[in-house]
């Protein structure tokens, strides 16, 4: 059923529920007269970083706590783990996926059901239950097609002020002695870890609890990790995936006060995504004007539909209905 979607394969899908050891699957497969025309993956989640500040995310994560959530995602990527054909069949097969997830939340005392990384365009769906609440999340993530077969013909399609900036990048870190290497497998997680939770506390972003278990088994997949060092010293790093010809760069972690390694790392990505016949580098969210000067755009499956279950439904409906 991946049919050659980027991170929707076995392989990858095998990566996912060993780092997601804590998060229980559930893979809805629809038939049509014998033959699979639809599949959706579902997680059980106690543990998902919420985008709220700090003050508003504890709560949740008591709730969650106890009265998961159940999401339909691609386990990792930021990606939907919903398979399905175009209309009109898809809208039967949405309320049938619908209620399969409506019957595992409550199997599993599931608070919510969330279909996430969805297009604008997809939640308007026909087939999508009338009290399923669009939400869009903010700070989507970036995209860039590659379209050159070598790292100069990419170089030479930058604006020259761009092309400058590479170049002065180039020579800081040449004087200051900072080197990048690729690695299989990550041979300090406790380091990586480190630079990767200083990233998340300067963003006041909540921690990946699976980033630990990312490093240790991205060799199961086109894993590398990219690293920065410094006199010996790591100073930056960042988890470099891919499935089905599609990059996805994660887990960044940098050490303060050590200018150019961002930007390091970064031409790094878009280099190695060239020389691997990549046909897209997905490089997260943030630093958004940077991005677009290097040829990223944003990618918008920034929304997301979300059932509640029982009580939790009432509760939704009154804060919709309650006047402001």
């Not at 279909?115 to 604008?120: A, V």
């Not at 993530?141 to 077969?149: A, C, K, N, Q, V």
């Not at 240790?216 to 470099?240: K, Q, S």
Request: net charge positive; aromatic share 10%; glycine share 6%.
């Amino acid at each position: 059923m991946s049919q050659g979607r980027p991170f929707q394969s076995y392989g990858w899908y095998a990566y996912g529920e060993r780092v997601m050891a804590d998060c229980r699957p559930a893979y809805v497969l629809v038939t049509q007269e014998g033959r699979a025309v639809a599949r959706a993956t579902f997680f059980l989640v106690r543990n998902e970083p919420l985008p709220l500040p700090p003050s508003l995310r504890w709560p949740f994560q008591v709730l969650f706590r106890y009265r998961p959530l159940l999401i339909c995602r691609s386990p990792l990527s930021s990606t939907s783990g919903l398979v399905v054909p175009e209309a009109p069949l898809r809208q039967a097969i949405l309320r049938v996926l619908v209620a399969a997830a409506r019957q595992l939340a409550q199997e599993q005392r599931a608070s919510f059901v969330m279909f996430d990384f969805l297009e604008e365009e997809q939640t308007r769906w026909e087939g999508w239950p009338e009290e399923a609440v669009a939400v869009t999340v903010p700070q989507p993530g970036t995209r860039m097609e590659i379209l050159w077969s070598s790292f100069e013909e990419y170089l030479a399609h930058l604006s020259p002020k761009a092309r400058k900036h590479y170049r002065q990048h180039q020579r800081a870190a040449e004087r200051m002695g900072v080197t990048l290497t690729f690695q299989e497998k990550v041979t300090d997680v406790k380091t990586a870890l480190r630079l990767i939770r200083a990233v998340e506390r300067r963003h006041r972003a909540a921690p990946n609890p699976w980033a630990r278990r990312m490093l240790e088994e991205a060799w199961r997949v086109e894993g590398r990790w990219l690293e920065a060092r410094l006199a010996g010293r790591m100073v930056g790093g960042e988890l470099i995936l891919a499935d089905e010809g599609v990059q996805l760069v994660t887990a960044l972690g940098l050490a303060g006060k050590v200018p150019n390694v961002y930007f390091l790392l970064g031409y790094a990505d878009i280099r190695h995504a060239i020389e691997h016949g990549r046909r897209a580098l997905r490089w997260g969210s943030g630093a958004y004007e940077v991005k677009r000067r290097l040829g990223f755009t944003l990618e918008m499956n920034n929304h997301a539909l979300v059932m509640a279950q029982g009580n939790f439904a009432r509760l939704m409906r009154w804060f919709q209905e309650k006047p402001c």
